[in-house]
């Protein structure tokens, strides 16, 4: 079992491009989760699905798209990117919720 | 919105001592997690305890839960270089999500 797998692995935008980024579980999860973490911030929930086809916002969704077209993925797009949006972005899935999350091993992010 | 506060922010201690970190969190929980993050990886899930426990065990670790003082408590024993991480916790909030706090940076000295 690869878990949860996030693409890509480092990310470098220009402000105004778009991006999607792809988390894929192979752990049959109805969960799935988009975070980024900041320095002195912690992990802040930006999206989240509760099952394919499934999406609800976070914390701090503005700026963020999200899509769980198939239960094993679950998109983030940046439709227009802006230097706040500089950080490392974070998947999780679980079983159940709340309960225990996995994660993936992150994608990082810069937007000049 | 932040559920979990650790205390303390960083902690230094020697190969071989115990660490202790400590969360408080403000509104009732079902259950409290921890998670540890090596640099530059995914956070990984290390224990989780219900409201209705009062401590549990997982290989070095010992977690505690004091419901009526809404604080957790995690103890590494016999601490280890690979031991160095952050720590965070996580409280289960509304609709399907927990909340991390902002972690406790553990460094382990040799």
């Known amino acids: 079992n690869a878990g949860v797998t996030q693409t890509p692995k480092f990310r470098v935008l220009k402000t105004g491009q778009s991006m999607t980024l792809l988390c894929a579980q192979d752990?049959?999860?109805?969960?799935m989760y988009w975070y980024r973490q900041d320095p002195g911030m912690g992990l802040r929930l930006i999206h989240y699905?509760?099952?394919?086809?499934?999406?609800a916002k976070g914390e701090v969704p503005d700026g963020y798209n999200v899509s769980r077209l198939k239960k094993q993925n679950f998109l983030l797009g940046l439709e227009s990117a802006a230097p706040s949006q500089t950080s490392v972005y974070f998947c999780?899935?679980?079983?159940?919720?709340?309960?225990?999350?996995?994660f993936g091993p992150g994608t990082r992010l810069l937007v000049l | 919105s932040q559920q979990g506060e650790e205390d303390p922010q960083a902690l230094s201690i020697q190969e071989g001592e115990n660490a202790t970190m400590n969360c408080s969190y403000k509104?009732?929980?079902?259950?409290l997690q921890w998670y540890r993050q090596n640099s530059g990886r995914g956070l990984v899930h290390l224990i989780l305890?219900?409201?209705?426990?009062r401590e549990k065990h997982s290989g070095r670790l010992r977690v505690t839960l004091d419901t009526s003082k809404k604080s957790s408590s995690l103890l590494i024993t016999a601490s280890r270089a690979a031991d160095t991480a952050s720590y965070f916790c996580?409280?289960?909030?509304?609709?399907?999500?927990?909340?991390f706090g902002k972690g406790t940076r553990l460094h382990i000295l040799p």
């Open positions: 999780a899935s679980s079983y159940s919720a709340p309960g225990t999350q996995y």
């Open positions: 752990m049959n999860h109805e969960y």
């Open positions: 699905s509760v099952g394919e086809g499934t999406t």
């Open positions: 509104t009732s929980i079902n259950n």
């Open positions: 305890i219900r409201s209705n426990e």
């Open positions: 996580a409280t289960d909030a509304r609709d399907d999500k927990i909340i």
